[in-house]
Every structure is written in C-alpha cells, then in structure tokens.
T-cell receptor, first 114, second 115 residues
Framework: DTGVSQNPRHKITKRGQNVTFRCDPI?????LYWYRQTLGQGPEFLTY????????KSRLLSDRFSAERPKGSFSTLEIQRTEQGDSAMYLC????????????FGQGTRLTVV | AQSVAQPEDQVNVAEGNPLTVKCTYS??????LFWYVQYPNRGLQFLLK??????LVKGSYGFEAEFNKSQTSFHLKKPSALVSDSALYFC?????????????FGKGTRLSVIA
C-alpha cells in the first residue's frame, strides 16, 4: 500500500503524559499536513511542512504541541502534558508542491486522554 | 479569510433518488474547492476538485459538483444515490489562494441513503 500511513491507529493515555504520533506520507509528496478532527467537526489545520521545513503553524497548535519532519520523509507530532481537551482524531495528509492537487489523507490516530 | 459553509448537518435521501449536498464558500480571489468523503473509521477520501474551467466537475463514484460563482456555491450531486454512499461529506477550500496550501474544511454533512 503506497498511501499515507499513520501509527498508532489508537492511543489511550493518562492526562499529563506525553504522546507521539507518526505519519509516513506518499513517497514523492513534498508537502505534509497535520489536522485535528473532533466529533461533529471538520478537520482543523494544525501545521504543515515542505520537505523538512515547517512552513506554518496554526494558533490551535499550543506550546505543548511540536511537529518535526527531520529528513523530509516521515513526520512526528508530539503532545506534551496531555489534557482531556486533546482527545481527538489526528489526521495526516500529503500532497505535491506544484499545481493545485488534492491532498491524500491517512486513516488517522485517535487519541483518548483519560 | 477563506472559508466554506455546509448549511445542512444531515441529508436523507431514498436509494435511487438524486442527492445534493450543499456548500457555499467565501474567498478572496479565485476559489480552489474540494469535496472529500469520510466513511466510519476511515480517513478522508478525495472525490473531486474545482480549479478553473467547466462549472460542472465530475469525480469519483459517480459524484459531480456544480460551481456557481454568482451564488458562491459548490454543491455536490449524484443522479442516483446508493446505500453505500452513506457517509460524512466535507467541502473544503485552500487556506491561501496559491499553490497547495492547507485546506479549510466545512463542518461536514452526514448523508444517509435509505433503502
């Protein structure tokens, strides 16, 4: 399968713990995006990369959140000192840089903070 | 700021009937518009996009969308609904009106096709 892969698919953590999610984009895609989706809402943009450079961060991305794409391939999203309000589906997507092409999404990581 | 609105939380349609899922947009400049579908426990799947050209855009699974500049709308349509079309549908627009920038999504419309 050459689609966008996210791991883990589900994560349950206690409040205050740190969690890290991984996203492997489609190999030829330079751009990688992170979104968060809560129940009854559409995905909300968090941050995105072009190769290893982080181009933009949303105001939703508090100081407890950090994302990296160290070699321009896979990306990680870390949440420190998790709070119950962090419970959501975290979606990763990738696309080409050129033109106006669609983004391809992974299946997401569902985080539950208890 | 770029935004889209999906005025209906839920759309119910009988199998075999035509369906429409509504989307209106607000952008500065030319809009780049997208429709995605989300099935339970699945990621978002791309259906179709409008960049320029013909106002009627054809996409996957028999879906099409009509771009209407005067009404700032981009409604998703299908001539004959299937039960398997039941899912959550999202309209989206590019965050910034250039290149492959992040998407801004609507809240979604849940489509239920009843046999």
């Amino acid at each position: 399968d050459t689609g966008v892969s996210q791991n883990p698919r589900h994560k349950i953590t206690k409040r205050g713990q740190n969690v890290t999610f991984r996203c492997d984009p489609i190999s030829e895609h330079n751009r990688l995006y992170w979104y968060r989706q809560t129940l009854g809402q559409g995905p909300e943009f968090l941050t995105y990369f072009q190769n290893e450079a982080q181009l933009e961060k949303s105001r939703l991305l508090s100081d407890r959140f950090s994302a990296e794409r160290p070699k321009g391939s896979f990306s990680t999203l870390e949440i420190q000192r998790t709070e119950q309000g962090d419970s959501a589906m975290y979606l990763c997507a990738s696309s080409l840089v050129e033109g106006i092409s669609e983004a391809f999404f992974g299946q997401g990581t569902r985080l539950t903070v208890v | 700021a770029q935004s889209v609105a999906q005025p209906e939380d839920q759309v119910n349609v009988a199998e075999g009937n035509p369906l429409t899922v509504k989307c209106t947009y607000s952008v500065s400049g030319n809009p780049y518009l997208f429709w995605y579908v989300q099935y339970p426990n699945r990621g978002l799947q791309f259906l179709l996009k409008y960049i320029t050209g013909d106002n009627l855009v054809k996409g996957s699974y028999g879906f099409e969308a009509e771009f209407n500049k005067s009404q700032t709308s981009f409604h998703l349509k299908k001539p004959s609904a299937l039960v398997s079309d039941s899912a959550l549908y999202f309209c989206a627009v590019r965050l910034w009106n250039s290149g492959n920038t992040p998407l801004v999504f609507g809240k979604g419309t849940r489509l239920s096709v009843i046999a």
